[in-house]
């Protein structure tokens, strides 16, 4: 089975954003990738200001993007177009 996940690095050890389909001490091969954490440029400095005093926890997140039909990109850019 070949699965790709997003993790953080985080006190020497890469702990993953989501749940991993592994059970406890099962040994699985990884290849890390740099993603680029350069978001400066898809937030106005207001937006990131309002962030920062969110209070929203992860399953919040969930819910709100399981109700998401279709494509995700495509929501984020009918949302942008609304602006």
């Given amino acids: ?12 050890v890469l702990q993953p954003v989501e749940t991993v389909p592994l059970e406890e001490r099962q040994q699985a091969a ?4 740099i993603v680029s954490q350069d978001l400066a440029g898809y937030f106005t400095p207001e937006e990131w200001a309002e962030a920062a005093h969110d209070d929203i926890s992860l ?4 819910r709100a993007l399981s ?17």
């Fill in 59 to 62: 399953d919040e997140v969930r």
């Fill in 30 to 33: 990884s290849e890390p990738a």
């Fill in 67 to 83: 109700t998401i039909s279709g494509s995700l990109s495509e929501a984020v850019i009918a949302l942008r177009q609304e602006r």
């Fill in 1 to 12: 089975m070949e699965k790709r996940l997003q993790a953080v690095y985080k006190d020497g």
